[in-house]
C-alpha cells in the first residue's frame, strides 16, 4: 500500500504520527499546498520515531482544489490509496482526482449539502454525499473502492452501529450518534477562551445548515438548527451535556446498510458556542460568497467565513492549552438478541493529556485521525475490501474493533472504545 495523504494540518499531520507507529504500507506521502506543514509532519516522525521509520514518508506539495493536480501526484508516487484529510469543500476534486488516478480513496467527511433555497426544511436539496454516491458506477466500473465518511463521526460512530446490528441487537429503534466534550481552552493568563477544537469553517457548515434526521416511515427530512435540545449522560467523568440536532453524515449513511426505526445525530455545542454560531449567521459571517474588501493593496475579494476561521486559533495549535476529554459513540435503543428492550451507548473517549503527551496533538483531531490509519489497515491486509463508493457500514464491524483493542493493548493506535449497558 502506498498512501497520498492530502492535507498537513491537524488532522493530517496526527494520521502521519499515528501511521507511524504501524508497518503495515510501503509509503506514506504528506502533501499540502504548503509544502513546509508536511515537512513538519516528517520530521516529528525523525525525531521521535528514527530516520528508519520516517525513510518511509516524503512530502511533496499539491493543490486540492485541481483534479489534475491531484491525480498528477498521485501517479508521480504510485499511490494506491488517497486519504482526503483537508476540508470538505476539496472533496470533489480529490475524489476526481484519486479515480482518474486508478487509486482508491478515503475521507472524513462528505461531499456538502445544498438545502432548498426556498424551503430549507423541506425533503428537497442535495443532502450530504449525494453528490458521490451518484458516482457510484464510475467507481464500480473502474473497479476502484472509495471508502467515504470514515473519521471518527462519521467513521467510528457507523463502526459501532454496524456492530450493534450484527452482534447486539434483533431489532433497532433508533441509532443516535451523540458527540459530548468537557474540553476547555485557556489563554496565557489561564482565562477560558472561545477556541473551537475543529475547523470553524466545517463547524459552520454542520451547525447552521438545517440538521438531518431519518424514520423508517418518513425517509429523510430537515429540522431547524439547534432543535430538539436533550441532556445526555457521557462516560469517563464527562458528565451531563447539552445536545441539539446537527446535520452530519452518520444520518444519511446508517440506513442505507442498517435497518433501524430512526437514525439521529446530536451534538453537545453549549449555549455560548450556540449563541456565537447564531450571531455568525445574522451578521452574514458564515457565508462562503467573496464579498469586495479593502486592503492596503487596494480591492480584494474574501469569503467571510474564510475571515472568521482566519481570526480564531488554529485547532492544530491549541492542545498545549486544552484540558479534558472528548467522546464519540452511539446510542442504540431497541430489543436485545434475546428480544428484550436493551439500550447500550458505545463510545470512544479521547484525553487531550495523553494525546498531546504521545502525540503532540491535541485530541480532537487525533480521534477523528485514528479511524481512517486503522481502516487503511484493514484493507492492506485484505481483511476489508470493496468497490464502488461505500460507507464504514458496508464492512464487518468487528475485526475493526478487535484491531483497535489489539493495537491499543500493544501500544500502537491508543485509547480503546467501550459500551454501557443503559437498560
Keep these: 500500500?502506498?498512501?497520498?495523504?492530502?492535507?498537513?494540518?491537524?488532522?493530517?499531520?496526527?494520521?502521519?504520527?499515528?501511521?507511524?507507529?504501524?508497518?503495515?504500507?510501503?509509503?506514506?506521502?504528506?502533501?499540502?499546498?504548503?509544502?513546509?506543514?508536511?515537512?513538519?509532519?516528517?520530521?516529528?516522525?525523525?525525531?521521535?520515531?528514527?530516520d528508519e521509520v520516517a525513510s518511509r514518508f516524503t512530502a511533496a506539495a499539491i493543490d486540492a482544489s485541481d483534479p489534475d493536480a491531484v491525480a498528477a501526484v498521485a501517479r508521480q508516487h504510485g499511490a494506491t490509496h488517497v486519504m482526503n484529510a483537508v476540508e470538505p469543500k476539496f472533496v470533489p476534486t480529490i475524489f476526481a482526482g484519486a479515480l482518474a488516478a486508478g487509486a482508491d480513496y478515503l475521507d472524513m467527511a462528505m461531499s456538502l449539502s445544498e438545502p432548498h433555497?426556498?424551503?430549507?426544511?423541506?425533503?428537497?436539496?442535495?443532502?450530504?454525499?449525494?453528490?458521490?454516491?451518484?458516482?457510484?458506477?464510475?467507481?464500480?466500473?473502474?473497479?476502484?473502492?472509495?471508502?467515504?465518511?470514515?473519521?471518527?463521526?462519521?467513521?467510528?460512530?457507523?463502526?459501532?452501529?454496524?456492530?450493534?446490528?450484527?452482534?447486539?441487537?434483533?431489532?433497532?429503534?433508533?441509532?443516535?450518534?451523540?458527540?459530548?466534550?468537557?474540553?476547555?481552552?485557556?489563554?496565557?493568563?489561564?482565562?477560558?477562551?472561545?477556541?473551537?477544537?475543529?475547523?470553524?469553517?466545517?463547524t459552520i457548515e454542520e451547525c447552521l445548515n438545517p440538521p438531518v434526521i431519518f424514520e423508517k416511515d418518513a425517509g429523510w427530512f430537515t429540522t431547524p438548527p439547534f432543535s430538539e435540545p436533550?441532556?445526555?449522560?457521557?462516560?469517563?467523568?464527562?458528565?451531563?451535556?447539552?445536545?441539539?440536532?446537527?446535520?452530519?453524515?452518520?444520518?444519511?449513511?446508517?440506513p442505507r446498510?442498517?435497518?433501524?426505526?430512526?437514525?439521529?445525530?446530536?451534538?453537545?455545542?453549549g449555549e455560548e458556542f450556540i449563541g456565537i454560531l447564531r450571531t455568525l449567521h445574522q451578521l452574514g459571517l458564515d457565508s462562503t460568497t467573496p464579498i469586495r474588501v479593502r486592503s492596503e493593496n487596494g480591492p480584494v475579494e474574501v469569503a467571510p467565513r474564510d475571515v472568521v476561521a482566519a481570526s480564531l486559533?488554529?485547532?492544530?495549535?491549541?492542545?498545549?492549552?486544552?484540558?479534558?476529554?472528548?467522546?464519540?459513540?452511539?446510542?442504540?435503543?431497541?430489543?436485545?438478541?434475546?428480544?428484550?428492550?436493551?439500550?447500550?451507548?458505545?463510545?470512544?473517549?479521547?484525553?487531550?493529556?495523553?494525546?498531546?503527551?504521545?502525540?503532540?496533538c491535541q485530541c480532537v483531531v487525533w480521534q477523528t485521525a485514528l479511524n481512517p490509519v486503522i481502516a487503511l489497515e484493514l484493507l492492506a491486509t485484505g481483511v476489508w475490501s470493496g468497490i464502488g463508493v461505500l460507507g464504514p457500514e458496508a464492512f464487518d464491524a468487528a475485526p475493526y474493533l478487535e484491531l483497535m483493542a489489539r493495537a491499543e493493548a500493544e501500544g500502537g493506535y491508543g485509547q480503546a472504545w467501550g459500551l454501557q449497558d443503559r437498560a
Design 313 to 360: 486559533p488554529d485547532p492544530a495549535t491549541i492542545g498545549p492549552r486544552m484540558t479534558g476529554k472528548t467522546c464519540a459513540g452511539v446510542w442504540v435503543t431497541g430489543r436485545g438478541l434475546d428480544g428484550a428492550p436493551r439500550e447500550v451507548y458505545l463510545y470512544h473517549v479521547s484525553d487531550n493529556e495523553w494525546t498531546m503527551r504521545e502525540y503532540e
Design 257 to 269: 446498510w442498517i435497518d433501524a426505526k430512526r437514525v439521529t445525530f446530536k451534538y453537545g455545542l
Design 230 to 254: 436533550e441532556i445526555f449522560e457521557f462516560p469517563e467523568g464527562i458528565g451531563p451535556v447539552e445536545c441539539v440536532n446537527v446535520e452530519h453524515e452518520e444520518v444519511l449513511l446508517m
Design 117 to 202: 433555497p426556498t424551503d430549507p426544511y423541506a425533503k428537497t436539496g442535495v443532502k450530504l454525499g449525494d453528490d458521490q454516491f451518484a458516482l457510484r458506477g464510475d467507481w464500480e466500473s473502474a473497479g476502484r473502492l472509495a471508502l467515504v465518511g470514515m473519521g471518527v463521526e462519521p467513521g467510528l460512530s457507523d463502526v459501532f452501529a454496524r456492530y450493534a446490528a450484527d452482534a447486539l441487537f434483533s431489532e433497532i429503534d433508533e441509532l443516535g450518534t451523540r458527540d459530548g466534550a468537557n474540553l476547555v481552552v485557556r489563554d496565557s493568563d489561564g482565562n477560558e477562551i472561545f477556541a473551537p477544537s475543529f475547523s470553524i469553517w466545517t
Design 1 to 50: 500500500m502506498r498512501i497520498l495523504l492530502v492535507g498537513a494540518g491537524g488532522v493530517g499531520d496526527a494520521i502521519a504520527k499515528i501511521a507511524a507507529r504501524r508497518s503495515f504500507y510501503e509509503a506514506v506521502v504528506v502533501s499540502d499546498y504548503d509544502i513546509a506543514r508536511a515537512e513538519r509532519t516528517i520530521a516529528w516522525i525523525a525525531a521521535r520515531h528514527g
